[in-house]
């Protein structure tokens, strides 16, 4: 009787049990991401083949596949098939518990990280911190997407075999910062409108498009950089010699056409000779060509002169033929440009383009020749990688453009008498670090601008050779032109004029300063005039002006200088003995560029000699030749990554904890293999990847309460995947319902009720055998 008992007490505490279990399903009908559990019964032990009542062996999760609930929640998830999130409850001291889940409703949390609703941090693959090599910047202060850059010229995800990798580039607005180049300082040599300076930074965004498209495609495919095709021609220049002739070049079958420029008989830039009308005329034809090839969209010319195997200029016919050996330098030089040879060049890397005809027209043709030998630079389509790089660097450079500084002549008085020194200071990215020179170098005395560049250039000080590391420096149409070798160099250059004084003898009744005494007055040099005291024919003495009181700051002009010294004369008085008021009798005036002093009173005691004194000062460069070669605008390309075989760890969304931009925030996505991808203002970026947990036995996870579960030796270690392959689909702005099926559960809770109650019965029935047996015994 009394296993009787104990047989129906087990039985009331296994249906309990089943009876806690179904309301537990019951009450989570919905709960997200819960799977309803089942209890599995087991009879007790045996005694003479009798059972001693039944005993709860598991109440076992059900993995089954949940319904799904479509929200609009950007931060909603939702598995579909295996597969768990995996989340992280760190806690300030540095410890965490990692837990699994199948409730994806997320959030961001107050940190930026991507949290579940009770704040523990959902774990994934996390994008690996920005470098200097995943960043490109024209402009070494900014390393994030700002307001300023508001072109975006690509962005694309490109999924590799254990990575994924976000290419996105911008640039701040190329059409507000461009400028056309100076005709008479770049003339024949890559001069360049703004119109077609905007034009070729569209055709480069298509091609850098077009690279990354392919590289897309398929980016564990073969790398080769791209080669920008160099190609020169060359005319004859026997009948180019009157206005109505022309000369012209077929490119890509279109027909590009210079008119005859008639200029008069004038001396060779470098003095050696006079050059003829029809000389100086071929010269400004030619440069006139090339300016019109570099107005086409994606080309640039030069006008060129050509070397042979030794290094020396060729002469005579070889002028006027191209071989394998051949090497040429770019110059706007007279008598190299006087050979009539043009280099045309590709911006495009990678794109061919093909010359079919030269010639000059003089009532007759005249036909000039083409480079076909290896001299010319053949074209090299660029693939993968390689020719992304080439691609984007091309466009970097187009859009900023190597920083040029600028003094013509009009800047500098090279007049063999004034000294001048130039101090520079750049920025290094490399060792991100601006370097200063140490010293300025300086240049001595000297009518020639190549002479300029030779102090500059040659040498063995520290200044010198940090110079020609980071700069070059090349006389184009007679001006010095200072230009950075890369693109992404910020440099500054200060020109000082040392002092000098200009001393010029009387000469009859003037004082004329030329020659090594020319002076410059451009509005950057200021001056001062020391005359002695001078006593006129009547005895009046008028005392001198010295040097302080005689000062004239930065005179825009030698005329304006002229007016200013002529101001001094004149307020520089006496009074004689009539009393009437004179002044100093000096006039001022500018005869064909030379500044002469006269003398105006013929009885007055003159000294030999006059001097005039340049104050040592900085001189300005050249606003209008100066700046980038480019737009002038700034380019930023940002590489992000995430790399599928690191550690897991907490999923950063804020792009400007990321490094990306200043901003934080931007639209949040995901795609059903867990990428994140963040959306601001165009650019798409892949900023992580949520991971799912496999695991050999789900049935084993222990559920912890708040939709968690941790591992235990029964469900083994959680597995993952590359790109969470083999794995659950995630459907995002969804959410995966309860399994719980509240018709079912209703019908077991009847079942379990009756039979608690049958188990209820059996107790009373023995309890009451048992009574009758103790009252027997009475």
Known sequence: MIGALWTGISGLSAQQKALDNESHNIANVNTIGYKSSRISFADQMYQDKIGKGAKVLDAEKLYTQGGFKSTGVNFDMALSGSGFFTVSNKSSTGTSETYYTRAGNFRM????????????????????????Q??????????????????????????????????????????????????????????????????????LIKNYSDALTEYQANPDGPSQSAIAQKTQINFLGTDLSKESDTIYVYIDGSKIEQKYESKPARMSDDGSRMLTEVEASQIATYKALADKISDQTGF???????????GTTETGSAVDSFESFDTFTKSTKDLD???????IESMVPGKEFKITEVGEYSGSYVYGSFNETTSATNVQKGTGLGGLQSAREALAKAISGNQRDVFTMEELNLNGSDSYTFDFSVYDKDLEK????????????????????????????????????????????????????????????????????????????????????AILANGQTSF?????????????????ISATGGSINSPRDLDTLAGKLNDLFAKNTATNASGRTVSTPYNAIVVNGSLI???????AVYPANLTINKLAGGIDKNADASGRKGTGAEFLEIKTTLDQTSSQDSLQLRLDTLGISDSGFGEFSVNDAGLIIMKQDGAEFAIGQ?????????????????NLLAKTTQSGEPTFNINNDRTATILGKNLELSTANLSESLVNLMVFQRAFEANAKSITTADALLTTLIQLKR
């Open 434 to 517: 601006t370097i200063n020179f140490g010293s300025a170098i300086s240049v001595d005395p000297t009518t020639d601008i190549d002479s300029v560049i030779s102090n500059l250039t040659s040498g063995s000080s520290v200044s010198v050779a940090n110079f020609n590391k980071y700069f070059t420096a090349k006389n184009i149409n007679g001006s010095l032109v200072i230009e950075a070798r890369e693109y992404d160099v910020e440099f500054s250059t200060e020109l000082f004029a040392n002092g000098a004084t200009y001393t010029t003898a009387a000469s009859g009744t003037n004082y004329t300063f030329s020659g090594t005494d």
């Open 690 to 706: 949520v991971s799912i947990a496999l695991f050999n036995n789900e049935r084993g996870l222990d559920p912890m309460g708040d």
């Open 300 to 310: 640039v010319a030069y006008t060129v002169t050509d070397q042979d195997i030794t």
């Open 528 to 544: 001062s005039i020391t005359i002695p005291a001078i006593t006129l024919g009547d005895g009046t003495v008028i005392s001198g």
């Open 337 to 343: 440009v006087l050979h009539g040879m043009i280099e």
């Open 134 to 203: 995943d960043r490109l910047s024209t402009n070494p202060n900014i390393n994030v997407f700002t307001s300023a850059y508001t072109e975006l010229l690509t962005s694309k995800i490109i999924n590799l075999n254990k990575s994924v990798e976000t290419y996105t580039a911008k640039a701040t607005d190329y059409t507000q910062t461009v400028k056309g180049d100076v005709s008479t300082v770049y003339s024949g040599y890559g001069l360049k409108s703004e119109g077609s300076k905007v034009d070729d930074v569209k055709a």
């Open 109 to 132: 949390g107050d940190n930026g990280t991507l949290q579940d609703a009770a704040g523990n941090e959902v774990q994934g693959w996390a994008m690996s911190a920005i470098t200097e």
């Open 597 to 603: 002093i006269e003398q105006t009173s013929g009885g």
